[in-house]
């Protein structure tokens, strides 16, 4: 019998990395890349953590984006997380001490306590979710000694990053991809539903100046549009840096670690 070729190969792969749920896949990539790895409490909600730790000082901190909350405009998915898990594979080519702090609901977790589909859809940004996210990170920046703190985010990850950013001790700066730092606008761009119970970065003021904010954002991305993250950098401040032909979430390895001066 013939072997298969390589695009049958390929494909098939491509087939099975698709039945691998988020959080399997993330299990996955902590053992193969030696993360230390566990659930642990927030506020009203429990958190997959995903660590490499390092030398105390400094400590970056990855939030991932919102998925997949909704199958079609009126179908609401069962397991909202991510299958692409942008930030996990960012991390792992960042050499500083890091930790992945995955969001209320996710990887596994949305039949957990105070869990229902609100969280990971009209709610994903509520206060309760951004103070559990608050609570895991300021233990994680306890248990590292950090004293110089990164906030990393990617789509609505770049959310909840920029609305802890002036909740958490030692944030000196913030990196946003792609990031939906206008939910109200974004919402009727799209003609979604208005993310109602959420916060909205545009509309809490600007980023204290002790924050070094860069705001990158494909210029080919249709999910959030450079000029709708432009008008948002105008109220919330930071570096707007436009990459030509990225996506939304293509092709952000290709600039990991940043470096605004190399920048394409």
Excluded at 106 to 119: I, K, S, W
Aim: with cysteine; glycine share 10%.
């Amino acid at each position: 019998m013939p072997r298969p070729g390589p695009l049958l190969c390929l494909a098939a792969l491509a087939l099975l990395a698709g039945c691998v749920s988020g959080r399997g896949a993330a299990l996955s990539i902590a053992r193969q890349h030696g993360l230390a790895t566990e659930y642990v409490d927030g506020d009203d909600y429990r958190h997959l953590v995903l660590r490499r730790r390092g030398p105390a000082g400094d400590l970056h901190i990855y939030i991932e984006g919102d998925g997949r909350p909704y199958l079609s405009r009126n179908q609401i998915a069962r397991d909202p997380t991510s299958r692409s898990l942008t930030m996990l594979h960012l991390m792992l080519l960042d050499p500083s001490p890091s930790v992945y702090i995955g969001r209320p609901c996710y990887f596994g977790l949305e039949h957990d306590r105070h869990c229902d589909a609100t969280v990971w859809t009209t709610r994903r940004f509520a206060p309760e979710v951004i103070a559990s996210m608050q609570a895991v990170a300021q233990a994680e920046i306890a248990a590292a000694g950090a004293k110089r703190v990164t906030l990393f985010g990617h789509s609505g990850g770049a959310t909840i990053a920029t609305l802890l950013a002036t909740r958490l001790p030692g944030v000196g700066e913030l990196v946003t991809l792609a990031g939906n730092l206008d939910t109200d606008r974004w919402a009727a761009l799209h003609g979604y539903a208005p993310l109602t119970g959420s916060l909205n970065p545009a509309r809490l003021g600007r980023l204290p100046a002790t924050v070094a904010a860069l705001h990158y954002v494909g210029s080919a991305d249709t999910v959030v549009p450079p000029a709708l993250v432009e008008a948002a950098v105008r109220g919330v401040g930071g570096k707007l840096i436009v990459v030509r032909g990225f996506r939304h979430s293509c092709c952000w390895e290709r600039i990991w670690p940043p470096h605004p001066e190399q920048t394409p």
